[in-house]
């Protein structure tokens, strides 16, 4: 598996995981079709500027252009506060493999050595049983329940926070 930056030909990939009432079931419903190239512009700008990791999740042995998801890592501000928020998605065909996990891994041992984020935030739906799992098996440390805006949407959902660097993903400590 590989992580490579968001181009603007993801549209269709968007598209799938962003407009699909089975990949949305956890996050208020399928988002309309309308404004999804513009999200996709908007996401490459902000990777390729470094403001934002998004990364599309490339499978081994894929056909070209094929990804099975996409990992984020992004800052947020709340109350005047910010913070560093990670989240994913996985497209139906490629769950269970593993890659989810992989790449969110992959991203936290960049921020590590990339230094800027400090402690990364994720708020899987409250009942997203994989991304929970996810979270746990990584070492984030789940600060309780809490509804958050997603897209227009108000969501129920975990609160998990991870310090990058002072343990490493899977809460082994790092040397």
């Known amino acids: 598996m590989r992580l490579r930056n968001v181009e603007p030909e993801d549209v269709g990939a968007y598209v799938r995981m962003r407009c699909d009432p089975v990949m949305m079931a956890d996050l208020g419903g399928p988002l309309p079709v309308e404004g999804i190239a513009d999200k996709v512009r908007r996401d490459a700008e902000a990777a390729a500027a470094d403001r934002s990791w998004i990364k599309m999740i490339v499978p081994d042995g894929v056909a070209p252009g094929e990804v099975a998801g996409c990992v984020m890592l992004w800052s947020q501000e709340e109350d005047g506060t910010a913070y560093s928020e990670i989240g994913w998605m996985v497209l139906p065909e490629f769950q269970g493999r ?78």
Do not use: M, Y
């Open 98 to 175: 593993g890659l989810g996990k992989a790449a969110v891994r992959t991203v936290l041992d960049e921020a590590v050595r990339d230094g800027r984020w400090g402690a990364v935030h994720a708020h899987p739906a409250v009942t997203n049983g994989p991304s929970n799992g996810i979270c746990h098996t990584l070492g984030f440390r789940l600060a309780g329940e809490r509804e958050v805006d997603f897209a227009g949407r108000l969501l129920r959902v975990n609160h998990w926070v991870l310090d990058p660097g002072h343990g490493a993903p899977g809460g082994a400590p790092r040397p």
